[in-house]
Protein backbone atom coordinates (compact mmCIF):
# COMPACT_ATOMS: atom_id res chain seq x y z
CA UNK A 1 0.00 0.00 0.00
CA UNK A 2 1.68 3.49 -1.06
CA UNK A 3 1.96 6.20 0.64
CA UNK A 4 3.83 8.18 -1.50
CA UNK A 5 2.71 11.68 -2.67
CA UNK A 6 1.18 11.68 -6.12
CA UNK A 7 3.49 13.25 -9.02
CA UNK A 8 2.72 16.77 -9.87
CA UNK A 9 0.94 17.21 -6.47
CA UNK A 10 -1.61 19.71 -6.47
CA UNK A 11 -4.29 21.43 -3.52
CA UNK A 12 -7.19 19.14 -3.02
CA UNK A 13 -10.02 19.93 -0.67
CA UNK A 14 -9.79 17.29 2.68
CA UNK A 15 -12.77 15.07 2.43
CA UNK A 16 -14.78 16.79 5.19
CA UNK A 17 -13.83 20.51 3.41
CA UNK A 18 -11.80 23.21 5.04
CA UNK A 19 -11.90 23.03 9.55
CA UNK A 20 -13.05 19.80 10.05
CA UNK A 21 -10.77 17.14 10.86
CA UNK A 22 -10.97 13.78 8.91
CA UNK A 23 -11.83 12.00 11.95
CA UNK A 24 -15.66 12.89 11.86
CA UNK A 25 -16.11 12.31 8.38
CA UNK A 26 -17.85 8.86 8.70
CA UNK A 27 -20.06 10.05 11.45
CA UNK A 28 -20.95 12.99 8.76
CA UNK A 29 -22.03 10.47 6.15
CA UNK A 30 -23.92 7.96 8.17
CA UNK A 31 -25.59 10.65 9.59
CA UNK A 32 -26.75 11.64 6.12
CA UNK A 33 -27.63 8.05 5.17
CA UNK A 34 -24.54 7.55 2.51
CA UNK A 35 -24.35 3.97 3.91
CA UNK A 36 -27.31 2.56 2.49
CA UNK A 37 -26.32 4.86 -0.86
CA UNK A 38 -22.70 2.80 -0.67
CA UNK A 39 -24.59 -0.22 -0.34
CA UNK A 40 -26.54 0.43 -3.51
CA UNK A 41 -23.62 1.41 -5.40
CA UNK A 42 -21.51 -1.92 -4.68
CA UNK A 43 -24.63 -4.06 -5.31
CA UNK A 44 -25.41 -2.43 -9.12
CA UNK A 45 -21.58 -3.04 -9.50
CA UNK A 46 -22.06 -6.43 -9.28
CA UNK A 47 -18.55 -7.16 -7.41
CA UNK A 48 -17.38 -10.65 -7.75
CA UNK A 49 -14.32 -12.32 -5.98
CA UNK A 50 -11.00 -12.45 -9.20
CA UNK A 51 -12.00 -9.10 -9.98
CA UNK A 52 -10.00 -5.70 -9.68
CA UNK A 53 -12.41 -2.73 -8.43
CA UNK A 54 -10.51 0.65 -8.56
CA UNK A 55 -12.72 3.54 -6.47
CA UNK A 56 -11.80 6.84 -7.17
CA UNK A 57 -12.34 9.67 -4.17
CA UNK A 58 -12.06 6.16 -1.93
CA UNK A 59 -12.18 8.73 1.12
CA UNK A 60 -12.24 6.27 4.18
CA UNK A 61 -12.60 3.15 2.39
CA UNK A 62 -16.29 2.87 3.43
CA UNK A 63 -17.19 1.50 0.15
CA UNK A 64 -14.07 -0.71 -0.56
CA UNK A 65 -14.80 -2.38 3.07
CA UNK A 66 -18.37 -3.24 1.87
CA UNK A 67 -16.94 -4.30 -1.31
CA UNK A 68 -15.05 -6.78 0.63
CA UNK A 69 -18.15 -8.23 2.07
CA UNK A 70 -19.52 -9.51 -0.86
CA UNK A 71 -16.84 -10.40 -2.78
CA UNK A 72 -14.30 -11.59 -1.01
CA UNK A 73 -10.97 -12.32 -3.06
CA UNK A 74 -11.38 -9.20 -5.18
CA UNK A 75 -8.41 -6.89 -5.66
CA UNK A 76 -9.58 -3.54 -4.11
CA UNK A 77 -7.70 -0.40 -5.01
CA UNK A 78 -8.31 3.33 -3.09
CA UNK A 79 -7.34 5.91 -4.86
CA UNK A 80 -7.31 9.54 -3.33
CA UNK A 81 -5.26 12.91 -2.54
CA UNK A 82 -6.29 13.39 0.74
CA UNK A 83 -3.33 11.57 3.10
CA UNK A 84 -5.19 11.50 6.61
CA UNK A 85 -8.13 9.42 5.08
CA UNK A 86 -6.04 7.52 3.34
CA UNK A 87 -4.38 6.37 6.94
CA UNK A 88 -8.17 5.97 8.20
CA UNK A 89 -9.21 3.60 5.63
CA UNK A 90 -5.91 1.86 6.37
CA UNK A 91 -6.70 1.48 9.56
CA UNK A 92 -10.19 0.39 9.15
CA UNK A 93 -9.04 -2.33 7.08
CA UNK A 94 -6.73 -3.87 9.15
CA UNK A 95 -8.98 -3.69 12.00
CA UNK A 96 -11.30 -5.52 9.47
CA UNK A 97 -8.76 -7.70 8.32
CA UNK A 98 -9.25 -6.61 5.03
CA UNK A 99 -6.35 -6.19 2.72
CA UNK A 100 -7.07 -2.92 0.37
CA UNK A 101 -4.67 -0.97 -1.88
CA UNK A 102 -5.11 2.27 -1.18
CA UNK A 103 -2.67 4.84 -2.85
CA UNK A 104 -2.40 8.84 -3.22
CA UNK A 105 -3.55 10.07 -6.80
CA UNK A 106 -5.68 12.51 -8.81
CA UNK A 107 -8.46 10.89 -10.82
CA UNK A 108 -7.56 12.62 -14.19
CA UNK A 109 -4.34 11.05 -14.18
CA UNK A 110 -5.02 7.32 -12.90
CA UNK A 111 -1.20 5.47 -12.36
CA UNK A 112 -3.39 2.16 -13.78
CA UNK A 113 -2.28 0.03 -16.97
CA UNK A 114 -5.07 -0.02 -19.95
CA UNK A 115 -7.61 -2.61 -19.55
CA UNK A 116 -6.46 -3.70 -16.02
CA UNK A 117 -9.86 -2.83 -14.18
CA UNK A 118 -12.94 -4.31 -14.00
CA UNK A 119 -15.06 -2.19 -12.28
CA UNK A 120 -14.61 1.53 -11.59
CA UNK A 121 -16.61 3.08 -8.59
CA UNK A 122 -16.92 7.05 -7.88
CA UNK A 123 -19.01 7.99 -4.54
CA UNK A 124 -19.97 11.63 -3.72
CA UNK A 125 -16.81 12.95 -5.15
CA UNK A 126 -18.10 13.94 -9.12
CA UNK A 127 -19.14 17.25 -8.62
CA UNK A 128 -16.27 18.45 -7.11
CA UNK A 129 -14.26 18.22 -10.30
CA UNK A 130 -14.67 21.43 -12.69
CA UNK A 131 -15.45 20.32 -16.40
CA UNK A 132 -12.65 19.44 -17.63
CA UNK A 133 -11.25 17.28 -15.22
CA UNK A 134 -14.93 15.15 -15.11
CA UNK A 135 -14.18 14.91 -19.02
CA UNK A 136 -10.63 13.54 -17.98
CA UNK A 137 -11.71 11.53 -14.91
CA UNK A 138 -14.23 9.41 -17.37
CA UNK A 139 -11.50 9.66 -20.14
CA UNK A 140 -9.20 8.30 -17.56
CA UNK A 141 -12.07 5.27 -16.08
CA UNK A 142 -12.44 4.16 -19.65
CA UNK A 143 -8.65 4.09 -20.57
CA UNK A 144 -7.98 1.60 -17.31
CA UNK A 145 -11.12 -0.38 -18.22
CA UNK A 146 -10.83 -4.15 -19.58
CA UNK A 147 -13.47 -5.16 -22.29
CA UNK A 148 -16.97 -5.28 -20.78
CA UNK A 149 -16.19 -3.32 -17.45
CA UNK A 150 -18.11 -0.89 -16.35
CA UNK A 151 -17.96 2.69 -14.11
CA UNK A 152 -20.79 2.62 -11.49
CA UNK A 153 -20.56 6.51 -10.14
CA UNK A 154 -23.18 7.84 -7.56
CA UNK A 155 -23.30 11.83 -7.09
CA UNK A 156 -26.17 14.48 -6.33
CA UNK A 157 -28.27 15.28 -8.98
CA UNK A 158 -27.32 19.28 -10.18
CA UNK A 159 -31.11 19.61 -10.54
CA UNK A 160 -32.04 19.02 -6.80
CA UNK A 161 -29.01 18.79 -5.06
CA UNK A 162 -30.71 19.83 -1.75
CA UNK A 163 -28.53 20.12 1.27
CA UNK A 164 -25.78 18.35 -0.27
CA UNK A 165 -25.53 21.02 -2.56
CA UNK A 166 -25.28 23.23 0.24
CA UNK A 167 -22.48 21.33 2.21
CA UNK A 168 -20.65 21.28 -1.25
CA UNK A 169 -20.23 25.16 -1.94
CA UNK A 170 -20.05 25.61 1.59
CA UNK A 171 -16.94 23.50 1.93
CA UNK A 172 -15.29 24.79 -0.86
CA UNK A 173 -15.31 28.49 -0.27
CA UNK A 174 -15.80 31.33 -2.34
CA UNK A 175 -12.58 32.20 -4.17
CA UNK A 176 -11.06 29.09 -2.87
CA UNK A 177 -10.47 27.08 -5.97
CA UNK A 178 -9.98 23.77 -4.44
CA UNK A 179 -11.74 20.47 -5.57
CA UNK A 180 -11.86 17.20 -3.72
CA UNK A 181 -9.27 14.91 -5.52
CA UNK A 182 -7.97 17.60 -8.22
CA UNK A 183 -6.81 20.73 -6.90
CA UNK A 184 -7.53 23.02 -10.29
CA UNK A 185 -7.14 26.25 -9.07
CA UNK A 186 -9.50 27.89 -11.48
CA UNK A 187 -11.35 29.76 -8.21
CA UNK A 188 -14.58 28.49 -9.18
CA UNK A 189 -15.95 28.78 -5.54
CA UNK A 190 -18.91 26.20 -5.85
CA UNK A 191 -18.65 22.78 -7.11
CA UNK A 192 -19.46 21.81 -10.51
CA UNK A 193 -22.78 19.95 -10.22
CA UNK A 194 -24.11 17.99 -13.06
CA UNK A 195 -27.58 16.28 -14.04
CA UNK A 196 -28.02 13.59 -15.12
CA UNK A 197 -28.36 14.10 -18.90
CA UNK A 198 -25.04 15.87 -18.79
CA UNK A 199 -22.85 13.46 -17.26
CA UNK A 200 -24.73 10.67 -19.60
CA UNK A 201 -23.39 12.82 -22.83
CA UNK A 202 -19.98 12.79 -20.81
CA UNK A 203 -20.05 9.12 -20.53
CA UNK A 204 -20.72 8.54 -24.18
CA UNK A 205 -18.39 11.28 -25.17
CA UNK A 206 -15.76 9.57 -23.32
CA UNK A 207 -16.35 6.04 -25.42
CA UNK A 208 -19.05 4.45 -22.90
CA UNK A 209 -21.43 2.48 -24.10
CA UNK A 210 -25.00 1.15 -22.21
CA UNK A 211 -24.95 4.24 -20.23
CA UNK A 212 -27.84 4.64 -18.22
CA UNK A 213 -29.24 6.41 -15.14
CA UNK A 214 -29.83 3.63 -13.07
CA UNK A 215 -31.51 4.76 -10.31
CA UNK A 216 -32.45 7.90 -8.61
CA UNK A 217 -33.32 8.30 -5.32
CA UNK A 218 -34.45 11.44 -2.73
CA UNK A 219 -33.65 11.83 0.73
CA UNK A 220 -33.39 13.67 3.47
CA UNK A 221 -30.43 15.50 2.10
CA UNK A 222 -31.09 16.01 -2.04
CA UNK A 223 -31.70 13.72 -4.74
CA UNK A 224 -28.75 11.38 -5.96
CA UNK A 225 -28.59 9.47 -9.51
CA UNK A 226 -26.89 6.11 -9.83
CA UNK A 227 -24.66 6.14 -13.21
CA UNK A 228 -23.83 2.94 -15.04
CA UNK A 229 -21.32 2.76 -18.08
CA UNK A 230 -19.56 -0.55 -19.72
CA UNK A 231 -15.88 0.06 -21.64
CA UNK A 232 -16.66 -1.08 -25.40
CA UNK A 233 -15.34 -4.86 -25.95
Known amino acids: MSQSAPAG???FLP????????ATYDVFTRVLGARAIHW???????VAPGQTVLELGTGTGEVLLLAARVAPGATLVGLDPDPAVLDLARRKA???????RLERGYADQLPYAD??????????MFHHLPPEEQRAMLAEARRVLAPGG???LVDPDGTDPGILGWFARHDHGEGHGHGHGQGHGHGHGSPHLTGADDVATMLRDAG????????RRTRTFGRVVFHRAVAPG
Open 9 to 11: ERP
Open 15 to 22: AMGFGAPA
Open 150 to 152: SLH
Open 208 to 215: FTEVDAVA
Open 94 to 100: GRHGVAL
Open 40 to 46: QLVAQAG
Open 115 to 124: GSVDRVLSSF
